[in-house]
């Protein structure tokens, strides 16, 4: 039963081959698609890991190693393939917009202190998948997008706590309650593509507002106390 639980884990390189795939194919509604399916994967499989007790009963396979793999694919390399395939940025930013995503979130990824043990993370945490998603739908001026991803791959570097939404402790009901109904609106988002409701969009952008002032507030806070 416990290697139910990596299956499933594990069934997120799937969603990020044919995501892959999809990039190619200059399908991004589909690649979109495959990128839910994962977040959904990687938002459940810890729950299923835990009830399992994957730890005591297979403790010499590494689970967290197996996630950290296929998190860095769909949360950072096929977005950045994305970014360089959809003309998101400059001609000449394509390719150093794509490298600053995946060296800086190679660096998040292999810190030993990305996931606090009060369930922080550290640094900005490489949601690139959501980041792309809000480019290729707004689609603010090249420029503008271009400024994000690198404003976005220093706060790699800046050590900022921020929410780890299934885990943390503070404020988690609200949370868990808001960041479903984003997710709910985020599905629709990418079930219209290309042509998304300007309110459905602008509506959507209330819990990435609320996620960001909650982990600044949060990490203020414990810096003043």
Same mark, same amino acid.
């Given at each position: 039963?416990?290697?139910?639980?990596?299956?499933?884990?594990?069934?997120?390189?799937?969603?990020?081959?044919?995501?892959?795939?999809?990039?190619?194919?200059?399908?991004?509604?589909? &690649?979109?698609?495959?990128?839910?399916?994962?977040?959904?994967?990687?938002? $459940?499989?810890?729950?299923?890991?835990?009830?399992?007790?994957?730890?005591?009963?297979?403790?010499?396979?590494?689970?967290?190693?197996?996630?950290?793999?296929?998190?860095?694919?769909?949360?950072?390399?096929?977005?950045?393939?994305?970014? +360089?395939?959809?003309?998101?940025?400059?001609?000449?930013?394509? $390719?150093?917009? &794509?490298?600053?995503?995946?060296?800086?979130?190679?660096?998040?990824?292999?810190?030993?202190?990305?996931?606090?043990?009060?369930?922080?993370?550290?640094?900005?945490?490489?949601? +690139?998948?959501?980041?792309?998603?809000?480019?290729?739908?707004?689609?603010?001026?090249?420029? +503008?997008?271009?400024?994000?991803?690198?404003?976005?791959?220093?706060?790699?570097?800046?050590?900022?706590?921020?929410?780890?939404?299934?885990?943390?402790?503070?404020?988690?009901?609200? $949370?868990?309650?808001?960041?479903?109904? +984003?997710?709910?609106?985020?599905?629709?988002?990418?079930?219209?593509?290309?042509?998304?409701?300007?309110?459905?969009?602008?509506?959507?952008?209330?819990?990435?507002?609320?996620?960001?002032?909650?982990?600044?507030?949060?990490?203020?806070?414990?810096?003043?106390?």
């Amino acid at each position: 039963m416990a290697w139910l639980a990596h299956f499933y884990t594990a069934s997120g390189a799937l969603a990020a081959f044919f995501a892959t795939a999809a990039v190619f194919d200059a399908d991004y509604r589909r &690649a979109f698609l495959w990128l839910y399916v994962q977040v959904v994967i990687d938002a $459940t499989d810890g729950v299923a890991a835990r009830a399992l007790r994957v730890k005591e009963r297979l403790p010499w396979f590494d689970g967290a190693k197996l996630d950290d793999i296929i998190d860095y694919l769909c949360y950072v390399f096929v977005p950045a393939l994305i970014v +360089w395939r959809a003309g998101l940025v400059p001609p000449a930013w394509t $390719t150093p917009a &794509a490298a600053v995503m995946l060296m800086s979130s190679a660096y998040g990824f292999n810190r030993a202190d990305a996931k606090t043990d009060d369930h922080f993370f550290l640094g900005f945490p490489s949601y +690139w998948n959501i980041v792309t998603l809000y480019l290729f739908v707004a689609r603010w001026p090249l420029l +503008w997008n271009a400024a994000i991803l690198l404003t976005l791959a220093v706060l790699v570097f800046v050590p900022l706590r921020y929410v780890y939404p299934s885990r943390g402790v503070a404020f988690r009901r609200l $949370t868990l309650g808001l960041g479903s109904l +984003w997710a709910i609106l985020l599905l629709v988002m990418v079930w219209q593509l290309p042509a998304v409701s300007g309110a459905v969009l602008l509506v959507s952008f209330t819990f990435p507002v609320y996620y960001v002032s909650l982990s600044l507030w949060l990490d203020v806070r414990r810096r003043l106390a």
